[in-house]
């Protein structure tokens, strides 16, 4: 009880808009750009739109530009272009699994697998095929369904907008975008939104 109560007087700076609490001002400032979309910090890479809350982050995307992996794990010879993906890579090592389920035992690395386990209990499945009614709650199964299932046979799930190349490989897709058209602005963007737009329902 002693150190809760330590902790909530170390969190004093609270935000207006939402229950987050900071024990530094300059935290809370840079909370508040959450709020108001402000993303001062610019990638500097050509032809590069993306932009962030903190210089660190920004560092952190351009290192997927020059493909730099600085962040060595010392158990091994993983070698990450964030930090963050050394933080998650490190769990395969200690087992640690910090995102729960309110609902149920299960328990993820990573945030974004506890957001697909949760639509188990809401029974969501937003990704949907885009040439029959098979429907998921992620989008890997979408894949495994038009590639494997031999019910959309000679469909191509990536089609380049600039010429007839079509693949159903992310990574060949990708590599068309950069190698064939250098006028595309974030190739890396473009193969991703194609997969998004072909998955999931708008």
Known sequence: LKRQRANMQLLKFECELCERSFSEKWALNNHMKLHSGEKPYKCAWPSCHYAFLNLSAMKDHYRTHTGEKSYLCDLCGFAGGTRHALTKHRRQHTGERPFKCKLCNFASTTQSHLSRHKRVHTGEKPYRCPWCDYRSNCAENIRKHILHT?????????????????????????????????????????????????????
């Not at 000679?154 to 990708?174: L, Q």
């Open 150 to 202: 031999g019910k959309h046979e000679g469909v191509k799930m990536y089609n380049c907008p600039k010429c007839n190349y079509a693949t159903n490989s992310p990574m060949e897709f990708r590599n068309h975008l950069k190698d064939n058209h250098p006028d595309i602005e974030n190739p890396d963007l473009a193969y991703l939104h194609a997969g998004n737009v072909l998955l999931k329902e708008i």
